[in-house]
Nanobody, 123 residues
Framework: QLQLAESGGGLVQSGGSLRLSCTTSDFPLDELAMGWFRQAPGKEREEVSCISPTGDDANYGDSVKGRFIISRDNVENTVWLQMTSLNVEDTATYYC????????????????WGRGTQVTVFS
């Protein structure tokens, strides 16, 4: 199974920014649409953003539109999530995964969810 490594999370004040990274050495990502998802304690996992294999198409959840930007570099085999204007509602563990649909952003049910990276926003 494909194992992805998320990083870049941390503790940040409301209004701040973070840049998350997702990469793997197991498999080239250039043929996969990829997505970022998040899960807050006591809540279901929700889609944040997805990007096409070439990076020329992306989709965003309503709660992050205009604040987050997803990008990728297939040479570096990495997908990023640039997060700005963070607020306490963005506090969650963030995960990346291959997706089969950009709109809506959907990961397969059999997705192996890794450890994720924790984002904590304080006011």
């Amino acid at each position: 199974q494909l194992q992805l490594a998320e990083s870049g999370g941390g503790l940040v004040q409301s209004g701040g920014s973070l840049r998350l990274s997702c990469t793997t050495s197991d498999f080239p990502l250039d043929e996969l649409a990829m997505g970022w998802f998040r899960q807050a304690p006591g809540k279901e996992r929700e889609e944040v953003s997805c990007i096409s294999p070439t990076g020329d198409d992306a989709n965003y959840g309503d709660s992050v539109k205009g604040r987050f930007i997803i990008s990728r570099d297939n040479v570096e085999n990495t997908v990023w999530l640039q997060m700005t204007s963070l607020n306490v509602e963005d506090t969650a563990t963030y995960y990346c995964a291959p997706v089969y649909s950009l709109e809506p952003c959907r990961a397969p049910e059999f997705t192996f969810w890794g450890r994720g990276t924790q984002v904590t926003v304080f006011s």
